[in-house]
């Protein structure tokens, strides 16, 4: 974590804010069981002026089985697009695979 008081402050929203926009995906390949939850929240009560074109907090929630154990995973995201949960998790969806195809 290289930004702990932005990744505070997104953690905060999450917490206390209701979402603007919600998405939920199952996945059920390579072996594993993944349910994705993309919440989408309004940037507010900005103290920190170094992110203030920031509209949107994306929180993504993985959770699942792999390898027969439970997993999950917590994920913020910021950005100044205007966009629904289900956009924003078509592009990191898409990201992910840019990144799973280096080799």
């Not at 926009?21 to 507010?44: A, P, W």
């Not at 920190?48 to 929180?59: A, F």
């Not at 929630?61 to 697009?81: A, F, T």
């Not at 998790?89 to 195809?101: K, L, P, T, Y």
Request: charged share 35%.
């Amino acid at each position: 974590m290289n930004q702990p008081n932005l990744d505070k402050h997104l953690e905060r929203i999450s917490q206390n804010e209701s979402e603007i926009s919600y998405s939920v995906e199952q996945d059920n390949s390579h072996g594993r069981k993944i349910k994705r939850e993309v919440f989408v929240f309004d940037f507010t009560g900005n103290e920190l002026k170094k992110w203030e074109s920031v509209t949107n907090v994306i929180k993504v929630i993985r959770s699942g089985e792999r390898e027969k154990k439970p997993d999950e995973e917590i994920v913020y995201y910021i950005s100044n697009c205007r966009k629904n949960a289900k956009e924003f998790a078509q592009i990191i969806r898409g990201h992910w695979g840019i990144e799973n195809g280096i080799d």
